[in-house]
């Protein structure tokens, strides 16, 4: 058992170490190798090998989890924990049903299986409450956009299939290696895993070099004002922080420029929904539009929404006992132009335990307000079932208003697409993980959105790192971390249709359907 011990624990590190935006993402494609060595060991050699597979991979999942996400601590101890080791359980409940079926099925099968569930694993968990999939097997691929141009038909889980598949095949020869010691067939495994390597990556090359964008220019600036979240942020006013957003445009703000982006909850003071048209931060914002009549605001802001009316509750209401008023909390975007109308977006993909107290009807019963009432800590978020898009005055930009953690989730960003979004506006707050690989890995996210639906994205993060990324990924022009200041650039928008927009998720689809049907087949064939 030392020996699976010890190859689980190098699947782990192996897995780490692969990570954008620190790791060799090379390694990847053997990731998974020395877990399926030990598994294939226990259970051809051991009894009671649930529990065993269920150890080893709990330990290499364990692993990866730590080394990629322990920047999350920073943010909240108890989630950071929570948060690792749930999703270290559910990787391993995912590789423990591989293991179930692979007692019980030819290998061929089993080893398709694992392609089948592990993506369907991928989907579930950007579907459901506790949604967290960062760690994603297309994700990390987020550092390497010119193997992956791709994507545009793929998404991630394109990314995901070819990480599992060369796995796969490797531990096929390796396995057949160690049972007839064929060394020209071993080579020829290898020679067939690189080439499966090398394909996809001389297809993207070419892809990436050929791909030109069509020129359909505007000016873009990007505010990174670098408030600190947890001493600075919630004791500046609002009208504080709408002149600083003021001071920093006007050095690049001119009469060419077609739209600013602010960050995520820049104005952080709870502005009253009901009074947001003649709220004091967008009257000072207003004076940069009444200067310049062609120029849109994208900005970031807490919102709440009191009222009294049973009517209006859903699922998200807040209740304020001791004044027997019901409310909406709100992270949003909203757009300020010349129009006396403000658009606005909310947030809808939450942050979970610190926006979102998932699934109430079964734990608001038992546990009661405990998951909402931390200190402060936590806040239960309204969000909106459709995606909005900011229609530029005057010019044809449609902004996609993208709140910091919805940029993880591919094909939530596509509905903005399908609604008309030529370019993506991401508004962040990465402040919270520190200067950590937390705020790294988000911003090299966004390049794969970019490649996904080609499109420019105006990134702009309240400390860092604001960037501009093109249509092939790239990123052109960033602002670095902890420092104050705007960003400008030109920018195309683009408004085709990639093929992943108009089919999303597929992989994950068929995978769902594949998985279900292997394994039904599975318990069949053991009762029979």
Not at 105 to 114: G, V
Not at 166 to 183: T, V
Not at 494 to 503: A, E, G, L, R, W
Request: one cysteine or more.
């Amino acid at each position: 058992m030392k020996k699976n011990l010890l190859l689980a624990i190098v699947s782990g590190l192996l897995l780490a170490f692969s990570w954008p935006t620190y790791g060799f993402t090379i390694l990847i494609f053997v990731a998974f190798v020395p877990l399926l060595l030990a598994e294939q060991n226990i259970r051809e050699n051991y009894k009671q090998t649930k529990r065993k597979t269920f150890v080893i991979s709990y330990l290499s999942f364990l692993i990866w989890n730590i080394i990629t996400t322990w920047w999350l601590w920073y943010s909240t101890q108890g989630g950071a924990v929570f948060a690792i080791l749930a999703n270290t359980l559910l990787m391993t409940i995912t590789f423990l049903l591989y293991h179930i079926a692979a007692k019980r099925l030819p290998q061929k099968i089993a080893l398709i299986f694992l392609i089948s569930i592990w993506l369907s694993f991928e989907k579930f968990h950007l579907t459901w409450d506790v949604s967290w999939p960062w760690l994603n097997l297309g994700n990390v691929f987020s550092g390497q956009i010119t193997w992956i141009q791709w994507y545009e038909y793929t998404g991630t889980f394109g990314g995901s299939l070819w990480i599992l598949l060369i796995n796969i095949l490797l531990f096929s020869f390796l396995k057949s290696y160690f049972e007839i010691k064929n060394r020209k067939n071993l080579a020829k495994g290898v020679g067939i895993s690189v080439l499966c390597f090398a394909v996809p990556v001389l297809v993207s090359y070419f892809m990436y070099i050929n791909y030109n964008e069509r020129e359909n220019p505007i000016d873009v600036i990007v505010l990174q004002p670098n408030i600190d979240p947890y001493f600075e942020k919630y004791q500046i006013s609002n009208q504080e922080i709408a002149q600083l957003l003021v001071n920093l445009s006007e050095n690049s703000l001119d009469e060419k420029v077609n739209f600013v982006v602010t960050p995520e909850t820049v104005f952080a003071d709870n502005v009253k929904l009901k009074n947001l048209q003649n709220s004091w931060e967008l009257a000072i914002l207003r004076s940069m539009v009444l200067k310049y009549p062609n120029l849109n605001i994208v900005g970031g802001i807490a919102m709440i929404d009191f009222f009294k009316e049973k009517s209006k509750i859903t699922k998200q209401t807040n209740y304020l006992e001791r004044a027997d008023i019901w409310y909406n909390d709100y992270n949003s975007a909203f757009l300020l132009n010349t129009n006396d109308s403000i658009p606005l977006y909310h947030k809808s993909k939450l942050v979970v335990g610190v926006e979102n107290f998932p699934y109430q009807s079964v734990l608001k019963p038992i546990l009661g307000e405990t998951l909402i009432d931390l200190g402060g800590t936590v806040a239960l978020k309204t969000t909106q079932e459709e995606r909005s898009v900011f229609l530029g005055e005057k010019i044809e930009g449609k902004a996609a208003p993208i709140i910091c953690y919805e940029s993880i989730y591919g094909e939530f960003v596509t509905d903005y697409i399908k609604k008309g979004a030529n370019f993506l506006a991401i508004l962040t707050n990465d402040a919270w993980w520190k200067n950590t690989q937390g705020h790294k890995q988000l911003l090299s996210y966004a390049q794969l959105r970019a490649i996904e639906t080609r499109r420019s994205v105006a990134r702009s993060a309240n400390t860092g790192v604001s960037a501009f990324i093109n249509q092939k990924g790239e990123i052109t022009k960033s602002l670095a971390y902890e420092k104050q200041g705007s960003l400008r650039n030109t920018i195309n928008l683009n408004d085709k249709i990639t093929f992943y927009v108009k089919m999303g998720d597929y992989f994950a689809r068929i995978s769902l359907f594949l998985s279900l049907f292997i394994f039904l087949y599975a318990i069949a064939k053991k009762r029979g």
